[in-house]
């Protein structure tokens, strides 16, 4: 049987921590009852730095609950490295995760169909938002776009996902693998390569405390998704730097014409093709230098270069 983890990002939850662990605490009976997760599984509570009660409340439950263990980071690391911290804690106890936020906004009845799709074999299972009903309309509008916005720009991501996900102790072995410190997990793991599949995920509304995702950091979110993926921005100044020039030719033909009918104003012929045809060489300069920083960018990430599913050989074991 599989001995799982839940790891919650807690910042601040002290409003609402209390009935989490007790509905995930239920979800855990239920589970073990119909004999999908074994009786020593955990929950595990990370807390990312909170100024309120939040760690008081983990330490009070630890001590009557063994299943809830906390880890208690020294200060506010955002969402993305509280996660990650629990995981890499975690992969060391258990055979498989499912990171999910404090306040249990995610369908917990998409857990139990997660795990059975660990038992037919799929390593990694993703949560996806089915409804966004419960949502803001704000942040409905602006998740989608960003998501959209993510797939033009190359991101491979899965549409509508969040960090609700179910990984395999051999998904999060190989996800320690990866060295870089911007971490955007929703880019990460597709990287990872392991079969994968998802689950429906109907959001609700938040029992009680706020969200802590403002405009500011959702914004911040998106950047990262997109700067720590993708060097199709840097691509993008280099065309447009080729289109400046191409324009630029054709204003030089316009004004050769111009020159040659007398229609020209003195002066303004020089004036307008040094602009198009600086901008454009500026354009193409900055674009050439942003390529090479973006192979630069790669390089030092130190993301490893493939994954080995299976060797097949006579030879002895390393
Ligand atoms: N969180 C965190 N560190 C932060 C901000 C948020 O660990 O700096 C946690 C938070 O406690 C919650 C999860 O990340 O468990 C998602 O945050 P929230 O529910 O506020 O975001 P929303 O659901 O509104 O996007
Ligand atoms: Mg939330």
């Known amino acids: 049987m599989i001995r799982l983890a839940t790891i919650s990002p807690c910042y601040n939850e002290e409003e609402v921590l209390v009935s989490s662990i007790s509905r995930l ?3 855990f009976e239920q589970m073990i009852a119909q004999k999908l997760i074994s009786a020593d599984s955990l929950m595990v509570f990370v807390n990312d ?3 309120d009660r939040t760690w008081d ?3 009070q439950h630890h001590v009557q609950n063994p299943r809830v263990c906390g880890i208690n980071l020294t200060r506010n690391c955002g969402h993305q490295n509280a996660i990650m911290a629990g995981m890499m804690t975690a992969r060391h106890w258990v055979d498989a995760v499912v990171t999910i ?3 249990l906004q995610d369908d917990l009845q998409a857990i139990p169909q997660m795990i059975t799709s660990l038992e037919k074999g799929y390593e990694v299972v993703y949560g996806v938002k089915v409804s966004r009903t419960a949502d803001p309309l704000l942040k409905r509008y602006s998740a989608e776009a960003f998501y959209k916005l993510q797939y033009a720009m190359g991101v ?3 549409f509508n996902h969040a960090d609700f996900r179910l990984l395999s102790r051999r998904a999060l072995d190989l996800l320690a693998e990866y060295g870089e410190s911007n971490i955007y ?3 990460l793991i597709p990287l990872i390569g392991l079969p994968s599949t998802t689950v429906d995920d109907v959001i609700s509304e938040r029992v009680s405390g706020h969200s802590k995702y403002n405009l500011n950091r959702m914004a911040g979110l998106a950047l990262d998704g997109i700067t720590s993926f993708s060097v199709k921005p840097l691509y993008l100044v280099t065309y447009t730097g ?3 020039l191409i324009i630029s030719l054709f204003i030089g033909i316009y004004v050769i014409h111009a020159l040659i009918a007398g229609t020209a104003v003195p002066g303004w012929a020089s004036l307008i093709l040094s602009i198009w045809l600086v901008g454009g060489f500026v354009l193409l300069g900055v674009g050439v230098t942003g390529i090479y920083i973006g192979k630069i960018y790669q390089e030092v990430k130190h993301r490893p270069l493939y994954h080995i599913k299976e ?7 390393l």
């Open 25 to 27: 605490t239920e979800l």
């Open 49 to 51: 730095g909170s100024c």
């Open 57 to 59: 409340i983990i330490c």
């Open 101 to 103: 936020d404090a306040d």
């Open 156 to 158: 491979e991501s899965v």
């Open 185 to 187: 997990l929703r880019g």
């Open 242 to 244: 080729v289109l400046f």
């Open 311 to 317: 060797v097949l050989s006579h030879e002895p074991a």
